[in-house]
């Protein structure tokens, strides 16, 4: 398995032995989520399987208002990069986060918080939100059809993707500040 072959610094590998001290399993930790687990069968080959485990998804609030940028704001209401991302993404058909941001907008979104063990790991999907940007308030709700595709959704079902992004790039690739 080429995953085995590819460890970095800071991933878990545990070693388990038999009886008779022969090595019986060796298990890589890929990520919080995801374990190789390479065991010995009782023919002394080897077997492969990945192992994973399916977090606890938690439904949480959070809310802010600009004064300065966006990003500061969510900051501020606890949110990581992926989140702030993520509500600039589900938004930015209808607002310009680059040039539209004024002080006094305001955002609300529901999302999820994945949890191992009752240790908090990441953020999953923004399940519905509210941003309203110089007094015009846009509503998002994430819906998944029975294909497993989910996309956002104004609360009357049209979809938040339009013809154009406000921005001529998307808000995720503004990382210069150069025009």
Do not use: C
């Not at 090595?23 to 930790?29: H, R, V």
């Not at 010995?40 to 809310?63: C, L, M, R, W």
């Not at 949110?79 to 993520?86: A, F, K, Q």
């Not at 808000?171 to 150069?178: L, Y």
């Amino acid at each position: 398995n080429k995953k085995l072959v590819k460890i970095h610094p800071g991933q878990k590998i545990s070693f388990a032995k038999s009886e008779s001290d022969t090595l019986k399993a060796i298990k890589l930790e890929v990520n919080r989520l995801e374990s190789i687990l390479v065991s010995s069968s009782d023919n002394g080959k080897y077997q492969f399987s990945k192992v994973t485990i399916e977090p606890d998804t938690h439904t949480s609030y959070a809310s802010g208002e600009i004064d300065s940028s966006l990003f500061l704001a969510a900051k501020t209401a606890g949110l990581d990069e992926s989140v702030i991302m993520g509500l600039a993404n589900i938004f930015g058909w209808d607002v310009d986060f680059s040039l539209d941001i004024r002080s006094g907008d305001k955002f609300d979104l529901v999302y999820e918080e994945l949890f191992v063990d009752g240790e908090k790991i990441g953020n999953g999907k923004i399940l519905a939100a509210h941003f309203t940007n110089k007094n015009k308030t846009y509503k998002a709700v994430l819906y998944t059809d029975k294909k497993g595709r989910s996309h956002y959704y104004t609360p009357d079902g049209h979809s938040m993707r339009k013809e154009f992004l406000r921005s001529p790039v998307e808000f995720a690739r503004i990382s210069s500040h150069f025009n």
